[in-house]
């Protein structure tokens, strides 16, 4: 009788189900896509926002400027109106916390023009 239950296990058909994946960041987008960016001191910039696919958990962001450290702990980078020290580059970070992975976006140059020096 054991023969029987061993024979039948060994020839059913198996399916494996990969439990506790964690998969992503993937597919790292900006909006708008822009890369540069040139405007004028005390001018509005638009709100960038970051995203990417991270499973089974959200992905967390962090924006960061080069010379500077984290400006943004969510997927947004907001500076509203410009000053002169916010002018450099910023990069996003997607991590996945389920996994530790990260992926990282182009950088963004924000360029601010001094008021006084063009007219």
Not at 16 to 21: G, K, Q, T
Not at 74 to 97: D, I, M
Request: glycine letters at 6%; proline letters at 3%.
């Amino acid at each position: 009788m054991l023969k029987d239950k061993l024979f039948i296990n060994i020839s059913q058909k198996y399916s494996c189900i990969l439990y506790n994946h964690k998969d992503g960041p993937e597919l790292l987008t900006l909006s708008p896509s822009n890369i540069s960016y040139t405007l004028d001191e005390n001018q509005r910039l638009n709100d960038i926002t970051c995203s990417a696919t991270c499973s089974p958990v959200q992905c967390t962001y962090e924006w960061r400027k080069s010379e500077g450290g984290a400006v943004s702990s969510s997927g947004v980078l907001s500076l509203g109106t410009l000053e002169r020290g916010e002018a450099g580059t910023y990069t996003c970070t997607a991590s996945n916390p389920g996994s530790a992975a990260t992926t990282s976006s182009q950088q963004i140059a924000i360029l601010v023009r001094c008021k006084f020096l063009h007219s």
